[in-house]
């Protein structure tokens, strides 16, 4: 499920957070050494998504945020800014020569993911 989230919204917030979860404390975020990607170049994404992305001429990335129940990607299309959020329940993980996320029949892919290694293995660790 994808959020406009360019602007703040309680009631956006209250959805998301039922979904995934709060954010975590900041003495959690430094216990768990944070809980932001670096950003990542998106390769491929379902096409009930693509609109999000239409622009062609340059190259769409994201970021991922863990948060307890879940992760929200973080992207932006020209002024506007998007959460689509991926509880675990409904996530898999693929991660090979490039990094593929499925929630919901809907996926991501991210070719570039470099820097990103040790991030990606405690999300996987939080997922299982």
Known sequence: MIFDTSYSDKETTRKINKAVGPSYSLKQRWKMGGIGSRRMVISAISDEYRTYMKADH????????????????????????????MPYENLKISFEASLRLESDGKFIQFNKVAGNESFIQRMIDLFK
């Open 58 to 85: 340059y190259e769409t990335s994201a970021n991922i945020e863990l948060r307890p129940e879940g992760i929200i990607i973080h992207f932006r299309h020209k002024l506007q800014a998007y959460s689509w959020i």
